[in-house]
């Protein structure tokens, strides 16, 4: 009876503990606060989604998960920090399929594909073109029609050359036959502010980012660079339907250093899976409009080698109609 007892207790005991696969030995991992580090400036869609997932993700971890922001090269400058760190799992990024483009526009020292770890993909932004919501600009139609007559004298700014949004407005000039003037910033923050203030006409922007100024009246929303019309602006076309085969979304991440162990891969997935599915982050991607992608992480490592060369394709094809 004893004997019994005790192999229950000692059964329930270790059933707690993650262990690990290559040692057999209780993973004590972590120990201390992990690093989740957001490419972009404070106070983007990206910035506010990365803090609302760690807030979520103190409930699975032992150690706060800290959110930071890390700017400066549409994004690789965060990336670079996860790739020169401790292969320990306390420096983590937001990276994806969106941020092989920066390689390609960028000649940086490092690959967004080989020289990290793909952990999980956790969420995508829908992505729009906003104006000033007292522009002069109703409609797409209005906007082509001026940009055609008075080239490059129109401006929007990015994160950066190389970004996602950079390379949906060359996607953009490319269909209409175009051309806008380039104003790299430090994130969309920078460029609502740009925007709001009249330096620049118009910027692509998340429907994170967009929407409490569109609520507001300080933005037009003229269209959205998704499949289908989204469900909640049914009035606003998308750039597909206008003609203009554009459709982007951007899955996001989280990455590790090149060479992190499997048995904390596999713990950095199973915590920010749970937290990725947790009320509080639901509920904020439902109220944002951003779609939760989860993907394990074969999936994920997967999918980011297979997007790669169809990213590769895409940024020759707009390489060789801008040189045209």
Known sequence: MYSSRLTFLLTVV????ILSPVTGEALDFPKQPITLICGHAPGGSNDIHNRVLAEAAKKYFSQNVVPTCVTGGGGSVAISRVVNAKPDG?????????Y???????KLPFSPLEDTTPIIQVWGSTYSLIVRGDSPFKDVKDLVAYAKANPKKLKYMTAGIGSGMNVIMLQLQS??????THVPGKGEADAVVAVLGGHVDMMPATLTTAEPHALAGNFRIL??????????????PTAKELGYNIVEQSEL?????????????KALHDGFKKAMFDPIFVSHCKKTHAPILYLNTADYQKLMRTSYGKQ?????????????
């Open 223 to 236: 269209l959205f660079f998704t499949e289908q019309r989204t469900k909640a602006y049914p009035d606003i």
């Open 90 to 98: 306390y420096s983590l990024c937001y990276s994806g399929p969106p």
């Open 175 to 180: 269909a209409t036959g175009i051309e806008f």
């Open 312 to 324: 590769k394709e895409a940024y020759e094809r707009i390489v060789s109609q801008l040189k045209k």
């Open 253 to 265: 991440g989280i990455h590790g250093p090149k060479g992190l162990p499997e048995e904390i891969v």
């Open 100 to 106: 092989h483009r920066i390689s390609f526009w960028n």
């Open 14 to 17: 270790m059933a707690g503990f």
